[in-house]
């Protein structure tokens, strides 16, 4: 019975979580235009989600997230924009889970979330360097890569100062570690 809760409880939080990754997507496409951020570069509010995920909930939980926000992405943008928001995501998380479920590493949320940013912006224009069929377009690698640096301590930041909340909200009687 507790097993069907848990469950339940889970599934529950997850919809919570990619309803909030969306909305926190939509509002960064408006802010980066206002902001008029170089082609390409977005703050990444929504991974802030996918690192809360990760973290209280663990790795199956957060790939789940990225494949979610991915396929909304294909429905809202189309095929190319899903590759690419499924590319970054993908690498963004793992590089992630193993860096946070690493025993002889410790890392703070403010540089996994750099790193998350920095293989997020690598994946993304590998792909389309792929698809486009140019390598050229790997010369914009330095500002994807300096944006990843910046955007991930943001994001970082923000997720530290909003964790102690986040936790509270969706307290959970017994955390399950990284697996």
Do not use: W
Not at 50 to 70: N, Q, T
Not at 96 to 125: D, F, I, K, P, Y
């Amino acid at each position: 019975m507790k097993r069907d809760q848990s469950r339940v409880r889970t599934v529950a939080l997850m919809g919570m979580l990619f309803s909030l990754a969306m909305t926190l997507s939509f509002f960064e496409s408006f802010l980066a235009g206002l902001m008029a951020l170089p082609p390409g570069i977005k703050p990444g509010l929504s991974n802030i989600v996918v690192i809360f995920a990760m973290l209280s909930l663990g790795r199956r939980e957060a790939f789940l997230l990225v494949l979610l926000k991915a396929g909304f992405v294909l429905l809202t943008r189309g095929a190319i924009a899903s590759l690419l928001s499924l590319s970054g995501g993908l690498l963004s998380v793992a590089v992630m889970a193993l860096l946070a479920g690493s025993t002889r590493v410790t890392v703070g949320c403010r540089l996994l979330s750099v790193l998350g940013g920095v293989s997020h912006n690598t994946a993304q224009l590998a792909v389309a360097a792929l698809l486009i069929g140019n390598h050229y377009l790997l010369y914009y690698l330095p500002v994807l890569l300096l944006a990843g640096i910046l955007t991930g301590l943001l994001t970082g930041s923000i997720y530290l100062s909003l964790e102690p909340y986040l936790k509270r909200l969706f307290d959970r009687p017994q955390q399950r570690p990284i697996r």
